[in-house]
């Protein structure tokens, strides 16, 4: 059964960095496309980032690109989010997706999610 668990969320100030996990299981990892999801408070799931197999090529939404970094280690099943420069915004709760073999945009499972608060 195909499993995305989340961690690395937490208390952060504006301008601090942090660094998300995505932990998977029951499928082959290597073999897919991933995305990066947030939801803030009040506000729809807004993509943000998305990464094809071996790592091939990374992908950002305007409002984080500079500041975010995709990564994934299929040796880990294992995908990343740094995180730098984090404004009030950011607060949300994070998810990662899986996609195709072909595309970080068509998703078919996610994980529950883990939380990032912005704050002073």
């Known amino acids: 059964q195909v499993q995305l668990v989340e961690s690395g969320g937490g208390l952060v100030q504006p301008g601090g960095s942090l660094r998300l996990s995505c932990a998977a299981s029951g499928f082959t990892f290597s073999n897919v496309a991933l995305s990066w999801l947030r939801q803030g408070p009040g506000k729809g799931l807004e993509w943000i980032s998305g990464?094809?197999?071996?790592?091939?090529?990374?992908y950002y939404a305007d409002s984080v690109k500079g500041r975010f970094t995709i990564s994934r280690d299929d040796a880990k099943n294992t995908m990343y989010l740094q995180m730098s420069s984090l404004k009030p915004e950011g607060a949300a709760v994070y998810h990662c997706?899986?996609?195709?073999?072909?595309?970080?945009?068509?998703?078919?499972?996610w994980g529950q999610g883990t939380q990032v608060t912005v704050s002073s």
């Open positions: 997706g899986r996609g195709s073999e072909a595309t970080w945009a068509l998703l078919d499972s």
């Open positions: 990464i094809l197999t071996g790592s091939a090529s990374t």
